[in-house]
């Protein structure tokens, strides 16, 4: 276990945010992990379990304990002739484990291929892109609760997934589980998903295989999105919104072009980035932040942005939209305070 005071978590987040945390905690084992929560000192302060820092945001220093593991390593736990299912450490980086994956063969992360972040936070945030989601995959959680210290294994269905959404980020459970490992199971004979976005344009006239499929994910992805190692930024900052049917259909009327993804017979989901943009909200800037001028979902740390310049912006992002569409954005980034 590694302890440090006065710790930069500068590393720690993708905004590039230069803030503190009183202390760091870096546990590199179930039994480390175990000792920190039977100390008392530990218990008695305000903490906060992190992963990569790729979907937070810190709205100033933390006097408290940030807690982060290190706990890697890939397990093969059991496989037949369709499939395998694997036991990933939480620290471990996400985009390797689905490089890892792709090289094997075993398909059922592929189109999740360069999104920033480690393992233990795929299975907190059920990550998703290009119609895939991480819970799609996921057949177990192995946590360590906060409250009691004892050891706890979520199944898929206990952990409550749905669109950005799980059992851990629930108001009532956050921060009260820590994640040590994910158990995924993958295909040895995958299907793929093609429709979403612009893959099908960039696989024309290529072989279909997992590489390629990886390899056309990455270059849309480097396409529209900005390297959060150059440009500071969380990614997606808002969820795509759920709209009931009527609506949709009233909002239709006056922009026939409104993005339209079917949900069930009475709620669609429609596109954040196209609400934010028919805003103009492209470029726009407040302090040191901005909103991407190529991607209106994504806030940018452009010039020495403190936490709550990006708050801020966000905040004037929510109330434009509102105002125009009477649709309430949702952040999917987690704010720290």
Not at 80 to 108: P, Q
Not at 199 to 215: A, D, F, M
Request: proline letters at 3%; charged letters at 25%; aromatic letters at 12%.
């Amino acid at each position: 276990m590694r302890i440090y005071e006065n710790y930069s978590l500068l590393k720690h987040n993708t905004f590039n945010l230069d803030i503190k945390t009183r202390w760091f905690v870096e546990y590199e084992s179930e039994g480390d992990l175990q000792k920190l929560l039977k100390d008392e000192y530990f218990l008695s302060q305000p903490s906060c379990h992190i992963g990569r820092g790729s979907n937070l945001l810190f709205l100033s220093d933390f006097y408290g304990v940030i807690i982060h593991s290190a706990i890697k390593g890939i397990e093969v736990l059991n496989e037949d002739e369709t499939h395998i299912r694997l036991k990933i450490g939480a620290a471990e980086i996400w985009d390797s484990f689905v490089e890892y994956c792709v090289e094997n063969r075993w398909g059922g992360v592929e189109n999740l291929s360069f999104i920033p972040g480690e393992v233990g936070s795929s299975a907190y945030q059920n990550i998703g892109a290009y119609g895939v989601e991480a819970s799609d995959c996921i057949s177990e959680v192995h946590t360590y609760s906060l409250k009691t210290g004892e050891k706890r294994i979520f199944s898929n269905e206990e952990c409550n997934y749905s669109y950005r959404h799980s059992f851990f980020k629930m108001q009532e459970n956050k921060g009260l589980y820590y994640i040590t490992h994910v158990v995924y199971q993958l295909s040895k004979q995958p299907e793929f998903k093609l429709n979403y976005g612009d893959i099908k344009s960039y696989l024309e006239g290529k072989e279909i295989n997992l590489q390629t499929v990886r390899k056309a994910i990455i270059s849309i992805r480097e396409s529209k999105l900005p390297n959060p190692e150059i440009l500071g930024n969380a990614g997606s900052f808002f969820i795509n919104p759920y709209l009931c049917i009527v609506h949709y259909e009233s909002l239709k009327k006056q922009y026939p072009n409104i993005p339209y993804y079917p949900v069930n017979e009475k709620v669609v989901k429609t596109s954040a980035a196209w609400l934010i943009d028919r805003c103009g909200l492209k470029g726009k800037t407040l302090g040191g932040a901005a909103v991407h001028e190529k991607q209106p979902l994504v806030i940018v740390n452009k010039k020495n942005a403190t936490g709550k310049d990006i708050a801020l912006l966000a905040e004037e992002i929510r109330k434009a939209v509102y105002e125009k569409f009477k649709i309430e954005l949702q952040s999917e980034v987690i704010y720290i305070q």
